[in-house]
């Protein structure tokens, strides 16, 4: 079988909201890593932190959704990520950018 690939393919920063009763955004440092349908979504403080997170994205398994729901304060793109919407226990990834790049 393939290996995973440690390479980055995306960096940069990102509103992400919480987990905690308040759901508060935080902005953190993000680094998307991975090739042949496994990737890995890492998060921390600023570039080079330790990460505070991850997530893994498989392809085929994980979706992504663009939403309007979180489009406010300038942040008109938005999307939720789902590690395995089949599975309720799976985490649910929110987050938002104010542009494209």
């Not at 690939?5 to 890593?33: E, F, T």
């Not at 979706?63 to 979180?70: E, G, I, R």
């Not at 089949?86 to 987050?95: C, E, G, L, N, T």
């Amino acid at each position: 079988g393939r290996e995973f690939d440690n390479k980055i393919l995306a960096s940069g920063y990102l509103l992400k909201r919480g987990q905690g009763p308040m759901k508060k955004w935080n902005r953190r440092y993000m680094v998307l890593r991975g090739s042949y349908g496994i990737y890995q979504l890492a998060w921390g403080e600023s570039a080079g932190s330790r990460a505070k997170g991850t997530v893994g994205i498989a392809t085929g398994v994980s979706t992504v959704t663009k939403t309007k729901q979180f489009a406010s304060g300038g942040h008109k793109y938005s999307f939720v990520l789902s590690a395995n919407p089949q599975d309720p226990k799976a985490p649910v990834f929110v987050a938002c950018a104010s542009s494209k790049a």
